[in-house]
């Protein structure tokens, strides 16, 4: 364990009160302005130790709450000014994260001793930083990539741990915060510098190639060849209610009846064309019919769901969808899933298959390496509130639990994202071990993502509300330290910016005007 003393810094406060080795309370000096988010150091009788600064207040000793009127502050605040008397104060708490020598040699050990009361409480300097989070840290190299830098030490950039992503990541944000943003530093860096293999489920289509060009495969019709459909997808396409076990018995029997005409060769396989039904489909629906005029218990309901599935779903259920998963989800790109065009029942098909199909998939690799998908993948869910909703079952919710619960070991990891924290479901949500927390405003949300992550105190939940655009609070284990960060800008995302609707109104009213409108408004878009 380490036990030299602080390296020389500017000295910002003073620890008052009772001191613990997990957080401390600082009286900061009159003329210092401290920021949350910064780095500050003190001895201990053990050695540095290294924290953040989670929580800062001011105040004036001669300005109690108990004042009653605002003239009365301006007189006192003018006879202070004359009088020249320093009354202004600041109090802050810190949060100890590790000694300074252990973390400097890449191993963070928790301090076991506080720093005593009355001990200087010193600004961490940027070489301090930038060995701690700099190039020159520990876990450099193959496996990190930037997602910004430090909010107070902008010079200091920081990374995240690819490899950690395994262990789950949790985006969070208001409306407008930055989440996209966000998906798309990460998804860039991943795919770009390490050669990775990102899947995008794009709910409102604003990622498009995130100019990765042919190290991207944008999937703009979104589909899934029925021969690959598990009884789950069939039964939740065809809006088959739980306890409508005799339509499912008929559906079952008839999809099996189906499958062995194929197999042994009774029916021949042709592929649908283009805007068709699906040969499959058609074929299950002939075999529905078939059964329901024999008077097979639930077959006809059955028929009658199926033909809803065609006129709903025809364009999801396509036997053009390449079998091979490779071929869908292509190993080393940015694979984006434009699901802008599907209601919320198609997109929870498709999100909910290819999660399927990518944990099996590792799962068989694992068991015979070379044989199947090259995994690891990493895989965003945009809109998890609404595809892994807290309130009811959802396919997508089913599966992003079991990843979230055994993806580690198989490679595959999962990043939700949203702006409605406490909707999304809390067991999968406790399971991301990483989480980037933006703009959050919502106290009900505040304190569901508390009550779901560790490693976030109240201090540092309060600063959620006060964050900027692009600013994040960001922990886990993809990380060295716990940091407020301003996330690089990603300009390569098409859309997610709001329409100007005044600037779309005034060009739609000129009649000279022969540019397309929908061409402008796919800026956005």
């Not at 953040?52 to 202070?80: D, H, K, Q, T, Y």
């Not at 997808?233 to 339509?247: G, H, K, R, S, Y």
């Not at 079998?323 to 498709?350: C, H, M, T, W």
């Not at 909707?423 to 933006?438: E, F, G, M, Y």
Request: proline share 6%.
């Amino acid at each position: 364990m380490a036990s030299s003393a602080c390296p020389a810094g500017r000295e910002i406060g003073r620890i008052i009160g009772e001191s613990t080795p997990v957080t401390s309370s600082v009286i900061f000096g009159s003329e210092v302005m401290p920021e949350a988010g910064s780095y500050v150091m003190a001895d201990t009788p053990k050695g540095c130790v290294f924290g953040v600064i989670e929580f800062v207040s001011a105040g004036n000793r001669l300005l109690p709450s108990s004042v009653e009127s605002p003239e009365s502050v301006a007189e006192l605040v003018r006879e202070l000014e004359e009088s020249r008397i320093r009354s202004l104060y600041f109090r802050g708490s810190v949060r100890w994260l590790s000694y300074l020598e252990d973390l400097q040699e890449g191993r963070p050990s928790l301090p076991k001793v506080p720093p005593p009361p009355g001990s200087p409480v010193v600004e961490a300097p940027e070489e301090v930083l930038e060995r701690v989070f700099g190039s020159s840290g520990p876990g450099d190299g193959r496996g990190w990539v930037r997602l910004g830098s430090l909010l107070t030490s902008p010079k200091i950039e920081y990374r995240i741990d690819v490899n950690a992503l395994t262990r789950h990541l949790a985006i969070l944000a208001v409306t407008g915060g930055g989440k996209s943003n966000a998906v798309c530093v990460i998804a860039r860096r991943i795919v770009g510098e390490l050669g990775g293999t990102v899947v995008i489920f794009d709910m409102h289509g604003e990622y498009g190639d995130l100019g990765l060009g042919d190290k991207a495969n944008v999937i703009e019709r979104p589909g899934i060849n029925p021969l690959q459909l598990n009884y789950g997808e069939l039964f939740e396409l065809a809006d088959v209610p739980p306890n409508a076990t005799n339509q499912q018995r008929a559906i079952r029997d008839a999809w099996s009846a189906v499958m062995g005409m194929l197999n042994s060769g009774r029916l021949s396989l042709v592929p649908s064309r283009a805007g068709q039904v699906s040969y499959v489909i058609e074929l299950l629906s002939e075999q529905l019919q078939r059964m329901a005029d024999s008077d097979y218990n639930g077959a006809e309901g059955a028929y009658n769901r199926v033909r809803d599935l065609i006129d709903n779903y025809g364009e999801v259920l396509r036997d053009d969808v390449p079998l091979q998963l490779e071929k869908v989800i292509v190993p080393g790109k940015l694979n984006v899933f434009d699901l802008s065009s599907l209601d919320e029942r198609a997109a929870d098909a498709v999100v909910s298959h290819y999660l399927r199909r990518l944990l099996l998939a590792g799962k068989e690799a694992k068991r015979s390496p070379g044989r199947r998908y090259p995994v690891p993948a990493i895989a965003f869910v945009e809109e998890a509130h609404v595809l892994i909703p807290a309130d009811r079952e959802t396919l997508t919710k089913y599966w992003a639990a079991r990843i979230a619960r055994e993806g580690r070991k198989f490679g595959i990891g999962l990043v939700i994202v949203s702006q409605r924290p406490r909707n999304v479901d809390p067991n999968v949500l406790s399971q991301t071990n990483n989480k980037i927390i933006l703009r959050v405003v919502e106290p009900q949300d505040i304190k569901y993502v508390q009550e779901t992550s560790e490693e976030l105190s109240e201090d540092l939940a309060g600063l959620l509300p006060s964050l900027n655009k692009g600013e994040a609070v960001v922990f886990g284990s993809m990380v060295k330290l716990p940091a407020v960060v301003k996330i690089d800008h990603c300009k390569e995302k098409r859309g997610g910016r709001d329409i100007n609707l005044v600037e779309e109104w005034s060009r739609a009213a000129q009649p000279s005007q022969t540019d397309d409108l929908r061409d402008r408004l796919s800026e956005y878009f």
